[in-house]
Structures are given as C-alpha cells and as structure tokens.
C-alpha cells in the first residue's frame, strides 16, 4: 500500500480509537498548536537567527503549545535545527511536505512501527519515492528538450554558492527523501509545459525561495498539517486551534490549512495570497515578524492561556499525547 494512502486511512481510524472525554470545556481552553515555516520566517533569511522570536518559542513552550516546524529543508538539514529551536518533542514536516517526523508521544501503536532513528522519531512519507522523480525528471526533460539543473546535479561547492550553506549543511540539503529541488534555466512557457507533464504523473511544481520543488501532487505542507491537525485530534479527542506562519509561496497550502494564519513579510517580491479569512500580513521581516503574528493573534489571549495551563486543559508536550490513549 502506498504510504499516502496509509497516511490518509490513518485519520479516519480515529473515530474507533479511545478518546479522552472533554465535559463541558471553556471553548477558551482549546487547545492549540502551531505549525511554521523555517527560513525567512521563524529564523532569519540570511543570518539562521531567531532570538526576536524565542520569548514567544519560551511562553509557548511553558504553556504546553506544540510548535511544528514546516520546510523546504531535508530531514538532515532539519535536525540540527529542531535541537537548537528546542523543538525535538514536538513533529516536524520536512521537503515541503513530502517527509513527516512523530516524536514518541505523537505516535499510536495500531498505526506506526516503532520509529528506528534517533529519538524513536517515526518518520512517515506522504508522497511518492524519489527514484521516481529523478525518473520522471529524466524523461520529460528529453521529451520537452527543457533546460533545468537538479540539485543532485550540482556539487557541494556549488549548491554552497548557490545557497549560502556550509559545505556540511549542503551535503544534508542534497540528501533527499521525497522531493527534488531544480534551478529553473528555461522559459516561463516550456515551464507550464513541464508543469502540465509532470501532472499525468501525479507530480507538482512548488516555488522555493531559490529552487522549484518537485514532488507528489498529495504531498505538500497544507496536507501534512492537515495530517498533523488530525492525528492530535485522534490522541487527544480534541482539535486545535493552529495557528500557521509563512513568508513564500510554498507556503500558501499551509496557510490554508489553518485556522488562524500570518504571512511573513517576505525579502522577496513573491505573491503569497492565501484563502484565509483570518489572515495577518505582519510589518516585519523573519523572526521578529514572527513573533509580531503571534502576539497579533493570541497576545491578547495571553492571561486565558495561562489560566488554560493551570486548569491542565491545554496539551502538554512533556507529558505527551500518548498519555491520552
Ligand atoms: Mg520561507
């Protein structure tokens, strides 16, 4: 069975899966979470960054708010990073969607095998193998004679020139699991074509801050939140408020996925128009953006927050989902 059609299946298993009994809760206690892009957003564009941000990350943190981080970046790229952000007992959603990782307590023992990588992390994967991709790839760009460089084309120096990254970090961007970044070098026409193409083989085009994104038509961040947002609905017997953050077009599926959702000024001229009726364009740039559409939407909420902790209402990340099953 392909792995999308599990992950698919998983949610609708819910309903036989013992839930907790929320009795007449305060709707103020919902509980929340909050799923974010990486690069231009929670960390800045250029310097990786992100201490404007961290007294909200904190607070969050000792209110039990789950913070998921949703990128571009591989799932090498990404761990380093969860670590230094402080968010390795929350998941993680790497390649734009095409990877999912469950820490221990996101995982249910009827619907994952126990995870083998560090830190028991389930990993699980939405789209379609990368062998296929590359395949694909190959084909059309023979049949369409269309000119574009795969990252897996390119050297370490030259995706470190490209990007920016230190050779370690850009040996991790090339280690691929479900999608494949491409330097675009033909036509705005040959690229709909392309487009068009990839389609009948159940492949999509995303644009990344430097490369487009290849990858499986279901798998993109707003799906993968989607997934997340029910899998904590199904071990906690409640569906969060999410609130999403985002400054590219990569991020627009996520963005509308969520119920409260912020764009990101971006240090780009990039359109980022999600269909979103509670929607924020913040002042600011990366980080301190960030934490501008946080406070937008819930530092009113603040003190209820708090209140909602004490009254043990809120999901708490050290005591775990699991501890609902
Ligand atoms: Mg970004």
């Not at 819910?14 to 929320?22: F, I, K, Q, T, W």
């Not at 764009?263 to 301190?288: F, K, M, W």
């Not at 902790?309 to 708490?316: M, P």
Request: hydrophobic share 40%; glycine share 10%.
């Amino acid at each position: 069975m392909p792995e999308s059609a599990r992950l698919s299946a998983s949610p609708a298993s819910s309903a036989s899966m013992p839930l907790e009994a929320p009795i007449s809760v305060d709707p103020a206690l919902q509980p929340r979470l909050v799923v974010t892009d990486l690069d231009g957003s929670l960390l800045d564009h250029h310097s990786y960054d992100f201490s404007p941000a961290a007294p909200w990350l904190a607070r969050l943190k000792q209110m039990g708010v789950p913070v998921i981080p949703v990128t571009s970046k591989t799932r090498a790229e990404l761990i380093p990073l969860r670590e230094a952000l402080g968010l390795t007992a929350t998941p993680f959603i790497a390649e734009n969607g095409a990877v999912i990782g469950l820490p221990p307590g996101w995982c249910h023992a009827r619907l994952d095998r126990p995870g083998s990588g560090r830190d028991g992390v389930v990993i699980k994967h939405p789209g379609v193998d990368i062998g296929f991709i590359r395949a694909r790839l190959k084909v059309w760009r023979e049949r369409l004679n269309i000119r574009f460089t795969r990252m897996g084309e390119l050297s370490v120096p030259e995706v470190m020139e490209l990007t920016g990254l230190d050779a370690a970090r850009a040996r991790d961007a090339r280690q691929r699991e479900g999608s494949e970044p491409l330097l675009w070098q033909d036509t705005e026409a040959a690229l709909e074509a392309f487009r068009v193409a990839l389609e009948g083989d159940g492949l999509q085009l995303t644009q990344g801050g430097r490369f487009w994104h290849v990858m499986g038509l279901s798998a993109d961040k707003g799906n993968a939140v989607e997934w997340l947002v029910k899998r904590f609905a199904a071990l906690r017997g409640r569906t969060p408020l999410s609130l999403g953050l985002g400054d590219g077009p990569n991020d627009i599926t996520m963005l509308e996925a969520v119920d409260q959702a912020v764009v990101i000024r971006g240090c780009h001229d990039l359109v980022v128009e999600p269909r979103n009726a509670s929607l924020y364009r913040t002042e600011a740039t990366g980080p301190t953006g960030w934490a501008e559409g946080v406070a937008y939407w819930w530092g009113r909420d603040d003190r209820r927050l708090a209140t909602a902790v004490k009254g043990d209402a809120v999901f708490s990340e050290s005591s775990s989902l699991s501890a609902a099953l």
